[in-house]
């Protein structure tokens, strides 16, 4: 079985710069995926300062949709669970998932580090024809000792509810610019990054590669840059998988990516080993 799958920080479905609608493009953009599953953080479940000044329909059209962003992304087609995280007078926002298989179960771990940044991890059974498959949507927390104690969490929840090596895909944004995690998960949980394994087609990354081998020392992995989706440089965004042959991974970079949000997204195809 193979399957598609993406992730992407949309910034609560507002521009980077001056806070303006993006949903209806967003909604566009992640149809371009032409994903099974969508990983998405910062998802806006409820924002009311923004449908009273968005919502009034112009030329038959609303640039903030009535529907939770979750709801109004995955249509008729998707499946969708969303794990509400960040609560405030005006609304509330949090990850989501969005899925053309069934979703047979959801829990939403709040993962918070303290009162200021909530945090959670939205767990996810996905019904598919060969296998359930656990997903689990991360947004971690801007400081490396709280990210360090999500991550236990993340790796308590993952031995929890799928002990026996079932399928797990874990993918979200990780905050984690100086890659200090991945060892951590790998190791705890046997997942690879989508990026571990990735080749240069370039003469100079085979000289690289033929170097590291002559002196025994494998390549460290590191995963994809992907933030700012402007000029991406930090690697924040991941996806890690269990029980998965990578097929092949990428950023979306570009123009289009750069207006929609701070972060670029990762599209990943995977096939079920």
């Not at 990516?257 to 995977?270: N, Q, T």
């Amino acid at each position: 079985m193979k399957i598609r799958v993406a992730t992407y920080n949309i910034h609560k479905g507002v521009s980077s710069v001056r806070g303006l609608p993006r949903v209806h493009a967003l909604k566009q953009a992640i149809a371009l995926f032409d994903a099974d599953v969508v990983f998405l953080q910062e998802v806006q479940g409820k924002h009311d300062r923004n449908a009273a000044r968005y919502g009034a329909e112009t030329h038959g059209h609303k640039h903030w949709p009535e529907a939770s962003q979750h709801e109004f992304f995955a249509g008729p087609e998707h499946h969708t669970a969303y794990g509400m995280n960040a609560v405030y007078d005006h609304g509330h926002h949090g990850n989501a998932l969005l899925s053309k298989y069934p979703i047979g179960s959801q829990i939403n771990h709040d993962v918070s580090d303290h009162a200021y940044e909530q945090r959670g991890i939205l767990h996810c059974v996905l019904q598919t024809p060969q296998a359930d498959v656990h997903c689990y949507v991360v947004h971690l927390g801007l400081f490396e000792s709280g990210r360090g104690r999500q991550t236990q969490a993340l790796i308590d929840a993952v031995m929890a509810s799928a002990p026996n090596g079932e399928p797990v895909i874990i993918a979200g944004d990780f905050n984690d610019w100086r890659n200090t995690l991945s060892d951590k998960l790998r190791n705890a949980l046997g997942v690879v990054e989508v990026f571990d394994q990735r080749a240069s087609n370039s003469a100079l990354g085979d000289l690289v590669r033929t170097l590291a081998r002559r002196q025994a020392r494998p390549p460290v992995p590191v995963p994809a840059r992907t933030f700012p989706a402007a000029l991406p440089w930090f690697r924040l965004d991941r996806i890690y998988v269990r029980g998965f042959q990578v097929e092949g991974a990428q950023v979306m970079h570009g123009t289009l990516w750069a207006k929609l949000s701070d972060h670029a997204p990762i599209v990943a195809a995977l096939k079920l080993a």
